[in-house]
Nanobody, 124 residues
Framework: QVQLVESGGGLVQAGGSLRLSCAASGRTSSSKTMGWFRQAPGMEREFVATINWSGTSTYYADSVKGRFTISRDNSKNTVYLQMNSLKPEDTADYYC?????????????????WGQGTQVTVSS
């Protein structure tokens, strides 16, 4: 089992920045690929970004490409999501996810472990 705990959410003005963190514990060898998803009020959960074990391969949703950056520090068992140029439409609960699969991509069902989420609110 892998436990994931997100932090770093909050309230920010449009154009501002936030950095989310996700700390993994337990069987961290199972968190080969890490991802971030988000769910806005009344909406389905959607893919944001994913990163492979070594951090050499990343993939982003079109809606955040060029504004968000995913990274990881395996020595700390932590993955980050740097969010810049935030927009009101980025308002959502952000969830960290992990899987042993090497190429889960944006497919939510291929991620096995999930955190509880952290709330991000972007005011206009």
């Amino acid at each position: 089992q892998v436990q994931l705990v997100e932090s770093g959410g909050g309230l920010v003005q449009a154009g501002g920045s936030l950095r989310l963190s996700c700390a993994a514990s337990g069987r961290t060898s199972s968190s080969k690929t890490m991802g971030w998803f988000r769910q806005a009020p009344g909406m389905e959960r959607e893919f944001v970004a994913t990163i492979n074990w070594s951090g050499t391969s990343t993939y982003y949703a079109d809606s955040v490409k060029g504004r968000f950056t995913i990274s990881r520090d395996n020595s700390k068992n932590t993955v980050y999501l740097q969010m810049n140029s935030l927009k009101p439409e980025d308002t959502a609960d952000y969830y960290c996810a992990a899987t042993e699969r090497l190429y889960p991509g944006s497919f939510e069902r291929l991620y096995d472990y999930w955190g509880q989420g952290t709330q991000v609110t972007v005011s206009s």
